[in-house]
């Protein structure tokens, strides 16, 4: 099994969920990510874009380290949005 959990399509895009332990990035960047933090109140998850630091192999963001389980490729920008830019 290649740690992979899901693929959807959304009219252009397809993701796939990809698990960060056994399948890391191979280039440094921003990707989307399902984070685990455990807190005061327990074990939360959520998403959130994270940068991965590929020469130290750690997932960062505004100096905090963060445990990253999954991940995938950040949605393209609609076409929409880059033709009437601010």
Not at 4 to 13: A, D, I, K, Q, S
Not at 15 to 33: H, L, Q
Not at 69 to 83: K, M, Q
């Amino acid at each position: 099994m290649n740690g992979n959990v899901e693929v959807y399509h959304n009219n252009t895009f397809e993701r796939t969920w990809k698990n960060s332990r056994t399948n890391p990035p191979k280039e440094a960047g921003r990707y989307w990510c399902l984070i685990e933090e455990q807190g005061d109140l327990g074990l939360s998850r959520y998403q959130w874009n994270c940068y991965f630091a590929e020469h130290t192999n750690r997932w960062i963001d505004d100096g905090k380290e963060y445990k990253v389980i999954y991940w995938t490729e950040l949605a393209p920008i609609p076409s929409i949005l880059a033709v009437n830019a601010f």
